[in-house]
């Protein structure tokens, strides 16, 4: 099978603190079109995980790599790893089609890019752990009245958004206090502070501790512009990489199983040889013998 390499804006930390980033990446098969096959709830933070568990074939020194590994790679690094994924499936042009954002207009507005058009930016200081100093109006005062402006932090990883995403749409302030006590480390001297402290913590130190988060870790930046030709107007719009991805890959079941048995009656091919095959050389094959089958007909 053909494969991919590629290098993590991030990194994944193992256990002796030692990072990371070369990537071993495999495209997706019919295995993995099994697994989505039929879905029809959005794309959530455990199916990247299912999904990066079966693709991802290294990281670093690390082989096998197993769900817990594929759970805790940062979120920027999956978001990658997608888009990696996306390309060698499809290639690295990307079509879409949204509606115009404004009340008068709406009309569907085509956007065409290239995956190696998206900005991503590369970590410098690849942690694990990072401190930050809170400001004087931020600091956190204990209920004994002690006063901590160190606070110590991990990066919010796959295994974050699994728990917390469920959460976003219905209270925010909650899912990101969740986000926080499961990031924080330690405020002052207190250790794996929780939930409990974590929800006493002010705006204003939210807003400084969500600041330096976002300006150590590394991104992939997934709002993309566009121009409406219908209304002239230009406007920015986030573009949702897990769902569109996966919806490329949609199908029914009985589509897929369609394909193998076309192949297997046609080559003698074992299940298991067709279904471990990438989409795009199932497909390939398809349109050959597609093609042969029409010429034969059509000499006779």
Not at 116 to 126: A, F, G, H, L
Request: aromatic share 8%; hydrophobic share 35%; with cysteine.
């Amino acid at each position: 099978m053909d494969k991919t390499m590629c290098l993590l804006p991030g990194g994944y930390v193992d256990k002796d603190t030692v990072v990371h980033r070369d990537v071993e990446l495999m495209p997706l098969s019919g295995r993995e079109e099994e697994i989505l096959a039929d879905r029809r709830e959005p794309a959530s933070a455990a199916l990247v995980t299912a999904i990066l568990n079966r693709c991802v074939r290294r990281i670093g020194t690390i082989s096998p790599i197993s769900e817990e590994d594929a759970r805790n790679l940062l979120v920027a690094d999956r978001q990658y790893l997608l888009l990696k994924l996306r390309e060698v499936t499809f290639g690295e042009q990307i079509f879409a089609t949204i509606p115009c954002p404004w009340p008068d207009c709406g009309k569907s507005v085509d956007i065409d890019f290239s995956v190696n058009d998206i900005p991503v930016r590369e970590s410098e200081d690849k942690g694990p752990i990072y401190k930050m100093t809170l400001s004087s109006e931020a600091a956190f005062l204990s209920d004994h009245g002690e006063v901590y402006h160190e606070i110590t932090f991990r990066l919010p990883n796959g295994g974050d958004q699994e728990v917390v995403s469920p959460l976003i749409s219905e209270n925010e302030a909650r899912a990101l206090t969740m986000l926080f006590g499961r990031c924080i480390q330690d405020i002052g001297s207190l250790k794996n502070p929780g939930y409990e402290l974590i929800s006493k913590l002010s705006p204003v130190a939210r807003m400084e501790i969500e600041k330096r988060m976002k300006e150590v870790a590394p991104k992939v930046e997934l709002t993309m512009g566009a121009s409406c030709p219908e209304c002239g107007r230009e406007f920015s719009v986030p573009f949702d990489l897990q769902e569109f991805f996966f919806g490329e890959l949609r199908t029914s079941r009985d589509l897929l199983y369609r394909e193998v048995h076309y192949l297997a009656y046609h080559y003698k091919w074992s299940e298991r040889e067709i279904m471990e095959m990438p989409r795009a050389k199932r497909h390939k094959y398809i349109e050959v013998l597609a093609d042969e089958i029409e010429r034969l007909n059509n000499a006779s």
